[in-house]
């Protein structure tokens, strides 16, 4: 069975829509490890964003 943990919003100062997808869930997959949680559904509006985690490739090197 599925269940709702929670959602993520923050606010964030930087200079592209896509730079702040990528922090957004860098911090969420940072706080599913704090959780321990091993089978997590992450969504996400950029689908260069979704595509980066899905086939596993490096995150841009700003962001690492």
Same mark, same amino acid.
């Given at each position: 069975?599925r269940q709702? /943990? ?7 100062? #930087?200079?592209?829509? +896509? +730079?702040a997808?990528?922090?957004?869930? /860098?911090? !969420? +997959?940072?706080? #599913?490890?704090?959780?321990?949680l091993?089978? #997590?559904? /992450? ?6 964003v979704? !595509? !980066?985690?899905?086939v596993?490739?490096? #995150? ?5």
């Amino acid at each position: 069975m599925r269940q709702f /943990i929670g959602a993520f919003s923050a606010f964030l100062e #930087v200079q592209t829509a +896509i +730079i702040a997808e990528f922090y957004g869930v /860098i911090h !969420v +997959i940072e706080e #599913v490890q704090k959780m321990g949680l091993t089978n #997590v559904w /992450i969504e996400c509006d950029s689908a260069l964003v979704c !595509v !980066v985690f899905s086939v596993r490739t490096n #995150v841009p090197w700003m962001l690492s």
